[in-house]
């Protein structure tokens, strides 16, 4: 009416005010297309405005409509550059405000989660200006919660505050069509804490409250839903809400949104067993991905291309998808970018990186952030961001977050003893009973008991770790989810590096024992609480432990000397005589080692080291084998004595 009247500030006005209800309330984007490309074309054929309030209001509008319609249009960010300049030009406090509002709404969506950061401090200015409407303040508040679930912060208390205090102001004042999308925002942050009785709650009161004309909030239903589905293992429900979603999107052309589907339904495949399927979506996803623009959407993809390749054992593509992943997430400050992952597939990824040494404080960052618990190769990791490691190979000593505990004074030394007791016992499930008898052997039970309780209570608040050591029906232990043990990880690692050297079905199999025993060594520093040998309930652990390292130092210089690697051999039996100068098939093999690279002083100088060792600390005659590889040595130096004899 308004455009065949001629009357273009109506016309402009009708269409930014019904492009206003299709973006904020409808979210359709079948509806909302024509009334895009009308206004596109209006600009187009006449680029010049009636007013600075007119053209204001074009922009906000037009920059809301293609951030949902086309989320990778090469024009959105200069709309939304214009929407925050001109809406602040023109003095339009509600302009102003949904301007920011799709301004740090598309900052998320590419990525930017620095400038993302930066928006959302001008919104919480302008937000709390008197003249502020409550809509733009729930509205507000909506946005406020999805920088606190996806932004670098990851504080999911925060946002769910935010969601309270957003339904709040709709209950005071009556306005409820954003209750749905705050109640979104609730559902992703309890789905990020692991609080699921909550998002299911959640997910319900959002099912109420939908409306069959919002299609953008009856998709967010199905893709949540999905997610929460996947999150508690029922894969029938999670696929079928997924494949509502992926259907939704198809209806309504939004790409943005399919990718988003495709790579939710790649993981729920993925945990369902149908790796097939899984990677049908995953390759459709990435088809999508390049023309969107959106680096959260690349990183997302690249993390699944890791976790993927991994699982099928193509260890080299995704070891390189990993790095590209991690090192996009450190330049962007991605945190919680993971909408519908699982937490130990997360944690499996990351111990991953950690181990290969990839991106290792943005790694460590990230498990902090998301509370993630270590799975069976992270629970090996030395550098794990754990709460509390405890080293007693070669040496006794406590770190809390990284760093070396002190204690002012002097040293509780009862209270350590316990410690020390409850790792010569294995650390875990260890008898009550058990430790008072090493530490209170002439004790009556009640009595003995009740000094337990004293003592582990003292040992508790002297490291300060929640719930570092538990106790629970007479069994106590440390807590391997907050608890690094040197010597569970050395058990770990070289049990793995007895079985690779052992299987030969394997066709990297000396590469894998290799890589597993350098692991196992690098972690054996020493025998176990040598400095602890008067008690004799440390020997037992002590024996054990250095038969393993015995079994890897011999094992790996056996392969090495095999492969007529001799000048590995000698660094590699230097290092472990540093470590353990009493074997004496340590000398013998490096004496060996020698002859082979023709350093035959270098040969009895080891010689003489032993025979100085054993006859100092043990009063004992080397062997036979010692004395004829020494005799070797010496016939290197002067053939012709050899041949004489």
């Not at 290792?360 to 270590?374: A, C, F, G, S």
């Amino acid at each position: 009416m308004f455009q065949k009247q001629g009357d273009v500030i109506g016309s402009y006005l009708a269409c930014t005010g019904v492009m206003t209800i299709l973006t904020y309330e409808r979210n359709d984007c079948a509806l909302l297309a024509p009334w895009v490309e009308w206004l596109t074309e209006q600009i187009r054929m006449n680029p010049r405005f009636p007013s600075p309030e007119i053209e204001a209001r074009v922009a906000v509008s037009l920059a809301g409509a293609l951030l949902i319609l086309r989320p990778q249009d090469p024009d959105l960010k200069n709309w939304i550059e214009r929407s925050l300049k001109l809406s602040r030009e023109v003095n339009d406090l509600d302009l102003n405000l949904r301007a920011h509002l799709t301004a740090v709404h598309w900052c998320q969506w590419v990525g930017d989660m620095a400038r993302c950061s930066l928006m959302s401090e001008e919104l919480e200015k302008i937000a709390q200006s008197p003249s502020a409407s409550p809509v733009l303040i729930i509205m507000k508040k909506w946005m406020e919660a999805c920088v606190w679930n996806l932004g670098p912060t990851a504080d999911y208390d925060s946002a769910l505050k935010s969601v309270q205090e957003g339904m709040k102001t709709a209950r005071r004042t009556g306005i409820c069509s954003w209750n749905a999308r705050l109640l979104t925002q609730a559902v992703v942050a309890c789905l990020n804490k692991g609080d699921l009785a909550k998002a299911g709650e959640f997910l319900q009161e959002m099912h109420s409250t939908i409306k069959c004309t919002q299609p953008l909030l009856i998709f967010q239903y199905h893709y949540l839903s999905a997610w929460y589905y996947l999150v508690v293992g029922d894969h029938s429900h999670a696929l079928f809400d997924s494949k509502a979603a992926v259907n939704l999107t198809l209806e309504t052309g939004s790409s943005s949104q399919e990718i988003l589907c495709r790579l939710e339904m790649a993981q729920i495949l993925k945990s369902a067993g149908e790796t097939k399927n899984a990677t049908v979506q995953l390759d459709l996803a990435g088809e999508l991905i390049p023309r969107s623009g959106s680096l959260v959407l690349e990183y997302r993809y690249r993390m699944a291309q890791a976790q993927f390749s991994l699982d099928e054992g193509e260890e080299s593509a995704g070891l390189e998808f990993l790095r590209r992943a991690m090192a996009l997430g450190k330049s962007q400050g991605y945190i919680s970018m993971y909408y519908w992952w699982e937490a130990s597939v997360m944690a499996r990824l990351c111990a991953k990186a950690l181990a290969e040494g990839i991106e290792v404080e943005y790694v460590r960052n990230l498990i902090r952030k998301r509370n993630l618990l270590p799975d069976i190769l992270g629970r090996t990791l030395e550098n794990w961001p754990w709460p509390l490691k405890i080293y007693t190979l070669g040496q006794f000593k406590l770190e809390k977050d990284g760093k070396r505990l002190a204690f002012p004074g002097k040293a509780p030394q009862r209270a350590f003893l316990m410690l020390k007791g409850l790792i010569a016992l294995g650390g875990k499930d260890v008898g009550q009973d058990q430790i008072t008898d090493l530490l209170w052997p002439e004790s009556e039970g009640d009595t003995a008991h009740i000094a337990f309780k004293t003592l582990l209570s003292r040992l508790r608040q002297l490291l300060g770790v929640k719930d570092a050591i538990e106790l629970q029906g007479g069994k106590v232990g440390f807590n391997p989810e907050t608890c690094w043990v040197d010597t569970w990880a050395f058990e770990e690692i070289s049990s793995q590096a007895k079985k690779a050297w052992e299987d030969k079905r394997l066709s990297d199999h000396f590469g894998k024992a290799i890589r597993l025993t350098e692991a196992a060594l690098a972690l054996y520093k020493g025998n176990f609480l040598q400095c602890d040998e008067g008690y004799d309930w440390t020997s037992f652990q002590r024996d054990r432990l250095r038969r393993k390292f015995l079994f890897l130092i011999n094992r790996f210089g056996e392969h090495l000397q095999e492969e007529k690697e001799w000048k590995e051999a000698v660094d590699h039996y230097e290092k472990a005589i540093e470590v353990d100068p009493l074997p004496e098939e340590f000398y013998q093999n490096l004496m060996i080692s020698y002859l082979q690279i023709g350093q035959s002083n270098e040969g009895i100088a080891v010689y003489r080291r032993f025979r100085k060792i054993i006859s100092e600390g043990m009063g004992i005659m080397s062997s036979r084998k010692t004395e004829a590889i020494y005799q070797s040595l010496l016939n290197s130096q002067n053939p012709s004595v050899g041949r004489a004899a």
